[in-house]
Protein backbone atom coordinates (compact mmCIF):
# COMPACT_ATOMS: atom_id res chain seq x y z
CA UNK A 1 0.00 0.00 0.00
CA UNK A 2 1.50 3.04 -0.93
CA UNK A 3 0.37 6.14 1.59
CA UNK A 4 0.43 9.78 0.59
CA UNK A 5 1.02 13.03 2.95
CA UNK A 6 -0.63 15.74 1.85
CA UNK A 7 -0.22 19.37 4.18
CA UNK A 8 -2.75 21.73 3.93
CA UNK A 9 -2.06 24.69 1.77
CA UNK A 10 -0.91 27.39 3.42
CA UNK A 11 -3.54 30.27 5.26
CA UNK A 12 -3.82 33.84 6.01
CA UNK A 13 -2.42 32.95 9.87
CA UNK A 14 -0.33 30.47 8.71
CA UNK A 15 1.20 33.82 6.50
CA UNK A 16 0.71 36.13 10.23
CA UNK A 17 2.59 33.57 11.88
CA UNK A 18 -0.03 32.23 13.95
CA UNK A 19 -0.79 29.24 15.74
CA UNK A 20 -3.96 27.97 14.35
CA UNK A 21 -4.35 24.40 16.57
CA UNK A 22 -7.44 22.04 16.43
CA UNK A 23 -9.91 24.54 16.93
CA UNK A 24 -8.59 27.56 15.37
CA UNK A 25 -8.91 28.20 11.21
CA UNK A 26 -7.87 31.13 8.85
CA UNK A 27 -8.99 30.44 4.81
CA UNK A 28 -6.17 29.47 2.47
CA UNK A 29 -4.09 32.12 0.30
CA UNK A 30 -5.56 32.72 -3.30
CA UNK A 31 -1.37 31.55 -3.84
CA UNK A 32 -2.52 28.11 -2.31
CA UNK A 33 -4.82 27.21 -5.17
CA UNK A 34 -2.60 27.42 -7.33
CA UNK A 35 -0.07 25.41 -4.93
CA UNK A 36 -2.64 22.56 -5.23
CA UNK A 37 -3.26 22.50 -8.50
CA UNK A 38 0.98 22.02 -9.16
CA UNK A 39 0.34 19.37 -6.20
CA UNK A 40 -2.70 17.68 -8.52
CA UNK A 41 -0.34 17.58 -11.59
CA UNK A 42 2.40 16.02 -9.46
CA UNK A 43 0.23 13.16 -8.50
CA UNK A 44 -1.64 13.35 -11.76
CA UNK A 45 -0.37 9.64 -12.74
CA UNK A 46 -0.85 8.30 -9.43
CA UNK A 47 -4.21 6.35 -9.42
CA UNK A 48 -5.98 6.96 -6.43
CA UNK A 49 -8.36 4.95 -4.79
CA UNK A 50 -9.33 7.09 -1.44
CA UNK A 51 -8.85 10.34 0.31
CA UNK A 52 -9.10 11.22 3.31
CA UNK A 53 -9.00 14.40 5.36
CA UNK A 54 -9.21 16.23 8.87
CA UNK A 55 -12.19 17.79 9.48
CA UNK A 56 -10.52 21.16 9.66
CA UNK A 57 -11.73 23.73 6.62
CA UNK A 58 -8.44 24.19 5.53
CA UNK A 59 -7.59 20.62 4.87
CA UNK A 60 -11.00 19.78 3.89
CA UNK A 61 -10.42 22.56 1.34
CA UNK A 62 -7.27 21.21 0.05
CA UNK A 63 -8.52 17.99 -0.12
CA UNK A 64 -11.41 18.85 -2.37
CA UNK A 65 -9.70 21.28 -4.67
CA UNK A 66 -7.28 18.74 -5.31
CA UNK A 67 -9.91 16.22 -6.10
CA UNK A 68 -11.40 18.58 -8.11
CA UNK A 69 -7.94 19.73 -10.20
CA UNK A 70 -6.97 15.82 -10.50
CA UNK A 71 -10.56 15.83 -12.76
CA UNK A 72 -11.40 12.71 -11.90
CA UNK A 73 -13.75 10.61 -9.36
CA UNK A 74 -11.87 9.91 -6.09
CA UNK A 75 -13.65 8.70 -2.70
CA UNK A 76 -13.59 11.09 -0.07
CA UNK A 77 -13.64 10.59 3.60
CA UNK A 78 -13.63 13.26 6.35
CA UNK A 79 -11.78 11.33 9.75
CA UNK A 80 -11.57 13.48 12.86
CA UNK A 81 -8.51 11.64 14.17
CA UNK A 82 -6.51 13.38 11.43
CA UNK A 83 -7.51 16.92 13.17
CA UNK A 84 -4.10 19.38 14.49
CA UNK A 85 -2.87 19.52 18.14
CA UNK A 86 -4.89 20.70 20.46
CA UNK A 87 -3.08 23.70 21.23
CA UNK A 88 -4.98 25.44 23.71
CA UNK A 89 -4.48 29.18 24.72
CA UNK A 90 -1.58 29.41 21.86
CA UNK A 91 -4.19 29.28 18.85
CA UNK A 92 -4.81 32.19 17.07
CA UNK A 93 -1.92 33.73 18.60
CA UNK A 94 1.63 35.00 17.06
CA UNK A 95 4.56 32.93 16.97
CA UNK A 96 6.20 35.78 18.28
CA UNK A 97 4.08 36.89 20.78
CA UNK A 98 4.24 33.24 22.31
CA UNK A 99 8.49 33.24 21.89
CA UNK A 100 8.48 35.85 24.03
CA UNK A 101 6.08 35.01 26.89
CA UNK A 102 6.56 31.34 27.04
CA UNK A 103 9.92 30.50 25.70
CA UNK A 104 10.50 27.30 26.78
CA UNK A 105 7.33 25.79 26.03
CA UNK A 106 7.93 26.97 22.52
CA UNK A 107 10.95 25.69 21.92
CA UNK A 108 10.20 22.47 23.30
CA UNK A 109 6.95 22.03 20.94
CA UNK A 110 9.22 23.08 18.02
CA UNK A 111 12.63 21.64 18.52
CA UNK A 112 12.36 19.29 21.43
CA UNK A 113 9.19 17.45 21.80
CA UNK A 114 10.11 15.32 24.82
CA UNK A 115 10.39 18.29 27.26
CA UNK A 116 6.87 19.93 25.74
CA UNK A 117 4.72 20.94 28.98
CA UNK A 118 1.31 20.79 26.99
CA UNK A 119 -0.61 21.28 30.27
CA UNK A 120 0.91 25.19 30.25
CA UNK A 121 -1.10 25.61 27.56
CA UNK A 122 -4.04 23.47 28.16
CA UNK A 123 -3.97 21.54 25.01
CA UNK A 124 -2.81 18.05 23.77
CA UNK A 125 0.81 16.16 24.51
CA UNK A 126 2.72 14.54 21.46
CA UNK A 127 1.96 10.92 23.01
CA UNK A 128 -1.88 12.24 22.79
CA UNK A 129 -1.41 13.26 19.26
CA UNK A 130 0.56 10.71 18.24
CA UNK A 131 -1.91 7.92 19.57
CA UNK A 132 -4.60 10.02 17.84
CA UNK A 133 -3.09 9.74 14.71
CA UNK A 134 -1.51 6.78 14.08
CA UNK A 135 -5.15 4.71 15.27
CA UNK A 136 -6.86 6.75 12.59
CA UNK A 137 -3.93 5.75 9.83
CA UNK A 138 -4.44 2.17 10.94
CA UNK A 139 -8.28 1.74 10.81
CA UNK A 140 -7.68 3.45 7.19
CA UNK A 141 -5.10 0.79 6.25
CA UNK A 142 -7.28 -1.78 7.94
CA UNK A 143 -10.39 -0.36 5.44
CA UNK A 144 -8.58 -0.17 2.31
CA UNK A 145 -6.92 -3.35 0.27
CA UNK A 146 -3.71 -4.45 0.00
CA UNK A 147 -2.36 -2.50 -3.49
CA UNK A 148 -4.52 1.03 -3.01
CA UNK A 149 -2.78 4.30 -3.20
CA UNK A 150 -4.30 6.38 -0.22
CA UNK A 151 -4.08 10.03 0.69
CA UNK A 152 -4.32 11.63 4.09
CA UNK A 153 -4.20 15.27 3.97
CA UNK A 154 -4.12 17.07 7.47
CA UNK A 155 -1.52 19.66 9.53
CA UNK A 156 1.88 20.44 9.82
CA UNK A 157 2.29 19.41 13.81
CA UNK A 158 -0.16 16.41 13.35
CA UNK A 159 1.61 14.91 10.27
CA UNK A 160 5.02 15.17 11.53
CA UNK A 161 3.87 13.46 14.65
CA UNK A 162 1.78 10.65 12.91
CA UNK A 163 4.44 10.08 10.23
CA UNK A 164 7.28 9.61 12.87
CA UNK A 165 5.08 7.51 14.90
CA UNK A 166 4.22 5.05 12.34
CA UNK A 167 7.69 4.81 11.07
CA UNK A 168 8.69 4.18 14.65
CA UNK A 169 10.09 7.24 15.87
CA UNK A 170 10.41 7.72 19.61
CA UNK A 171 8.69 11.23 20.88
CA UNK A 172 12.19 12.40 21.44
CA UNK A 173 13.09 12.53 17.87
CA UNK A 174 9.99 13.25 15.94
CA UNK A 175 11.53 16.36 14.64
CA UNK A 176 14.52 14.88 13.40
CA UNK A 177 13.83 15.39 9.74
CA UNK A 178 12.55 19.04 10.19
CA UNK A 179 8.67 20.39 9.81
CA UNK A 180 6.50 20.01 6.72
CA UNK A 181 5.71 22.65 4.40
CA UNK A 182 2.35 23.88 2.95
CA UNK A 183 0.80 21.94 -0.19
CA UNK A 184 4.24 19.16 1.00
CA UNK A 185 3.98 15.63 -0.12
CA UNK A 186 5.30 12.91 1.98
CA UNK A 187 5.21 9.13 1.09
CA UNK A 188 5.21 6.45 2.99
CA UNK A 189 4.67 2.38 1.88
CA UNK A 190 3.37 0.12 4.16
CA UNK A 191 3.67 -3.70 3.70
CA UNK A 192 3.39 -6.84 6.45
CA UNK A 193 2.75 -4.41 9.10
CA UNK A 194 5.58 -2.49 8.59
CA UNK A 195 5.80 1.06 7.25
CA UNK A 196 8.41 2.63 5.12
CA UNK A 197 9.50 6.22 4.27
CA UNK A 198 10.03 7.06 0.29
CA UNK A 199 10.22 10.81 0.36
CA UNK A 200 9.88 13.39 3.27
CA UNK A 201 8.35 16.59 2.59
CA UNK A 202 8.49 16.38 -1.37
CA UNK A 203 7.96 20.07 -2.82
CA UNK A 204 9.83 20.36 -5.88
CA UNK A 205 6.38 20.58 -7.92
CA UNK A 206 5.45 24.34 -6.35
CA UNK A 207 8.97 25.74 -8.47
CA UNK A 208 9.04 28.72 -5.65
CA UNK A 209 11.80 29.06 -2.70
CA UNK A 210 9.72 28.44 0.58
CA UNK A 211 9.74 30.99 3.16
CA UNK A 212 9.69 30.24 6.58
CA UNK A 213 6.47 30.63 7.33
CA UNK A 214 5.27 27.69 4.70
CA UNK A 215 6.89 25.31 6.69
CA UNK A 216 5.92 23.99 10.61
Known amino acids: MELYFVRHGKTEWNLEGKYQGGHGDSPLLEESLHD??????????IVIDHMYSSPLPRAKTTAETLIKDLNRQVPFSIVDGLREFDLGIMEGRKFSELENEMPEVIYAFRHQPKDYDYSLIRGESFEQVAKRT??????????NKAQANIVIVSHGAALVTMIQSLLGTSVADIRKNGGLSNTSLTHLQYNDGKYKLIKWNETGYLNKQLESSDTI
Open 36 to 45: ITLLAKRMQD
Open 134 to 143: TAAVEKIVAE
